[in-house]
């Protein structure tokens, strides 16, 4: 079944890094997607990775995939306080499908 | 720049209205449009696959005559919510689906929906 499941709140400290984890059941996930939203606003695509990768970087943000785990992690690195939002994880199962979301990680970041 | 855009962003209502929501498509011809629902507690819930030139899917749970989409173009799906009631009162955004090449998903700015 489809199912994404993400931990729904995390605190750092400004300057610190953040790790938000996720884990898919979808195996034949061909994408997966990490989302920020801002308050008040719609959803903002942040990065994504495609199946066959275990590893993207780009600049601050690394997302790492673990395919054989289903488990998907994004790294902020030296959160800022313009990164508090909600983060959502989500994984492309093809077709004309919607994606499938996690629930969201409220994350908070600590002046 | 903005791939997708929403009209209004907010909007009140008295309780027994009917408040139409317009999503467009700006960049691409989306054949396929969704329409979501935004908890207080942050889930995203899916309303429904609207498609266009046919009738929308709804999800189960979903009354498809309080919850009224037409998608009569490419670049424009509109969300209807017919006699809205106070329990209505939420975030509504639309997101179009991308293909060829990446696929995924933009999402517009959002809806704010207040039912008096």
Partial sequence: ?111 | GAVVSQHPSRVICKSGTSVKIECRSLDFQATTMFWYRQFPKQSLMLMATSNEGSKATYEQGVEKDKFLINHASLTLSTLTVTSAHPEDSSFYICSIRTSGGLETQYFGPGTRLLVL
């Fill in chain 1, 1 to 111: 079944g489809e199912d994404v499941e993400q931990s729904l709140f995390l605190s750092v400290r400004e300057g610190d890094s953040s790790v938000i984890n996720c884990t898919y059941t979808d195996s034949s996930s061909t994408y997966l997607y990490w989302y920020k939203q801002e308050p008040g606003a719609g959803l903002q695509l942040l990065t994504y990775i495609f199946s066959n990768m275990d590893m993207k970087q780009d600049q601050r943000l690394t997302v790492l995939l673990n395919k054989k785990d289903k488990h998907l992690s994004l790294r902020i690195a030296d959160t800022q306080t313009g990164d508090s939002a909600i983060y959502f994880c989500a994984e492309s199962i093809g077709g004309n499908t919607p994606l499938v979301f996690g629930k969201g990680t409220r994350l908070s970041v600590i002046a």
